[in-house]
T-cell receptor
Framework: DQQVKQNSPSLSVQEGRISILNCDYT??????FLWYKKYPAEGPTFLISISSIKDKNEDGRFTVFLNKSAKHLSLHIVPSQPGDSAVYFCAATTNDYKLSFGAGTTVTVRA | DAGVIQSPRHEVTEMGQEVTLRCKPI?????LFWYRQTMMRGLELLIYFNNNVPIDDSGMPEDRFSAKMPNASFSTLKIQPSEPRDSAVYFC??????????????FGSGTRLTVV
C-alpha cells in the first residue's frame, strides 16, 4: 500500500530554469515530510523537510510547499544546476523513525 | 566523519546460500535502520533499532531474514537461505535520537545483492 506517491518518474529541465517535483500522500496522520536526493551507487541524502503545521520551507535553492487539504507537496529547485541531476524521493512519517518513501523522480538538468 | 559504512558493496550468491550484510553506523547515532530498495516496492523499512534493541521489525519479509545489533557500532542483516527474489539494494541508515522528523537519517551507500 503506497501511502506516498510520486507520479512522475522523470523530469527534464534546462539549466537555470525551475524544477518542480510533485508528491501526493494518502495518510492524513503524516506530520512531517522530507525530500531526499540520490546519486547512482550512493545512498539517499537528506535535502529538506517540512512540518505539517507549515505550508512552506525554504533552504537556499530548495523550497518545499505543503498543501494539506490536497494531501500534496512539491519541491522547487531554482535555479536548476547540472549537479541537481539525481533521483529525488519524497518521504513522510507519523512518528520519529519510520519513513514511507515514494518511488522517486529522476531529474535531468540539461546544459 | 566517515558516514555510515556498509559492506560488502556488491554480493552475488547462489540460491540457498547464507548472506550476511554489515553496517557500521555513525558514532553517537543511537538509531539504526535497515531498508531495502526494489523496483516493485521502492524503499521499504525492514527493521529499526534504538540503543541496540530492535524496536520495529514488522518490515522483515519472513523468517529467512534476521538482524542483530550486538553493540552500538555494528549491525548485521542475514538472509538464510537466500532466494532470487531477495535481489535488491539493501541500505543501512543511522540517526541521533529524536531527529528523524526534521533531518531524516544518514544512509550508507548500500549493498547490491544478487541471488542467482
Amino acid at each position: 500500500d503506497q501511502q506516498v506517491k510520486q507520479n512522475s518518474p522523470s523530469l527534464s529541465v534546462q539549466e537555470g530554469r525551475i524544477s518542480i517535483l510533485n508528491c501526493d500522500y494518502t495518510n492524513s496522520m503524516f506530520d512531517y515530510f522530507l525530500w531526499y536526493k540520490k546519486y547512482p551507487a550512493e545512498g539517499p541524502t537528506f535535502l529538506i523537510s517540512i512540518s505539517s503545521i507549515k505550508d512552506k520551507n525554504e533552504d537556499g535553492r530548495f523550497t518545499v510547499f505543503l498543501n494539506k487539504s490536497a494531501k500534496h507537496l512539491s519541491l522547487h529547485i531554482v535555479p536548476s544546476q547540472p549537479g541537481d541531476s539525481a533521483v529525488y524521493f519524497c518521504a513522510a512519517t507519523t512518528n520519529d523513525y519510520k519513513l514511507s518513501f515514494g518511488a522517486g523522480t529522476t531529474v535531468t538538468v540539461r546544459a | 566523519d566517515a558516514g555510515v559504512i556498509q559492506s560488502p558493496r556488491h554480493e552475488v550468491t547462489e540460491m540457498g546460500q547464507e548472506v550476511t550484510l554489515r553496517c557500521k553506523p555513525i558514532s553517537g547515532h543511537n538509531s539504526l535502520f535497515w531498508y531495502r530498495q526494489t523496483m516493485m516496492r521502492g524503499l521499504e523499512l525492514l527493521i529499526y533499532f534504538n540503543n541496540n534493541v530492535p524496536i520495529d521489525d514488522s518490515g522483515m519479509p519472513e523468517d529467512r531474514f534476521s538482524a542483530k545489533m550486538p553493540n552500538a557500532s555494528f549491525s548485521t542483516l542475514k538472509i538464510q537461505p537466500s532466494e532470487p527474489r531477495d535481489s535488491a539494494v539493501y541500505f543501512c541508515a543511522s540517526s541521533p535520537p529524536g531527529t528523524t522528523k526534521n533531518y531524516g537519517y544518514t544512509f550508507g551507500s548500500g549493498t547490491r545483492l544478487t541471488v542467482v
